[in-house]
């Protein structure tokens, strides 16, 4: 499953900047920069944003995997690890926002670079739609573990004995571990909010 969604990112991508090199073959006015040498330097920008995109996409995706996985992830390390795994990922489109609303300032209308921009638009929403799917997850593993971590208090205190080889304290980090991973869902869903409203923002100056 993998390794076709990444088949198809590759696609994708490649189709984009196909598009976007078949339009630099225009003529120009005597005295003027071809077109292809003036939008070099911007083709480099945005196939620099393009592959940084593609990247957290694959991230995203091995964020689903284990959220989505039958055992979910696994005791307080890997949740932390998760959590670790979804900062990285926010962190990182908030910096492609950055870049866009860069290339938003400078970007002249018209310059034949509107296909890379429809392609980091079409990738942006496809990010924001997984961030989403990535929210939903966690908020249903929060569910469960706080259900689970309620149940599992109580019989503890029992004669002081563990649950599922756990002792209360144990639960209670778990469930915490749990609160931190939703903030950092949250938080990724925020970046990939703002990254869908830049790269559309960035499409239309581009037109």
Not at 105 to 112: D, V
Request: glycine share 6%; hydrophobic share 40%; net charge positive.
């Amino acid at each position: 499953m993998k390794n076709r969604f990444t088949l198809s990112a590759a696609l994708i991508l490649l189709s984009g900047l196909g598009l976007a090199f078949a339009d630099t073959s225009s003529k120009t006015a005597p005295g003027q920069a071809p077109a292809v040498k003036q939008d070099d330097a911007k083709i480099r920008e945005f196939k620099d944003i393009l592959f940084k995109l593609v990247r957290q996409d694959e991230y995203l995706d091995e964020a689903i995997e284990t959220l989505d996985s039958a055992g979910g992830p696994g005791g307080i390390e890997d949740i932390s690890a998760l959590g670790v795994s979804l900062k990285a990922i926010a962190k990182n489109l908030s910096h492609v926002s950055a870049l866009n609303k860069t290339e938003f300032s400078a970007i002249q209308p018209g310059s034949n670079l509107s296909a890379y921009t429809n392609t980091i638009l079409s990738y942006s929403r496809k990010v924001n739609r997984k961030a989403g799917q990535v929210n939903i997850l966690v908020a249903q593993l929060a569910a469960k573990n706080k259900k689970a971590a309620m149940r599992d208090a109580v019989a503890s205190k029992k004669g002081g004995r563990k649950v599922r080889g756990k002792k209360l304290t144990q639960l209670l980090e778990e469930q915490q571990a749990v609160e931190r991973l939703s903030a950092d869902a949250k938080t990724l869903g925020a970046a990939s909010k703002n990254l869908s409203a830049t790269s559309k923002w960035l499409y239309i100056a581009s037109q």
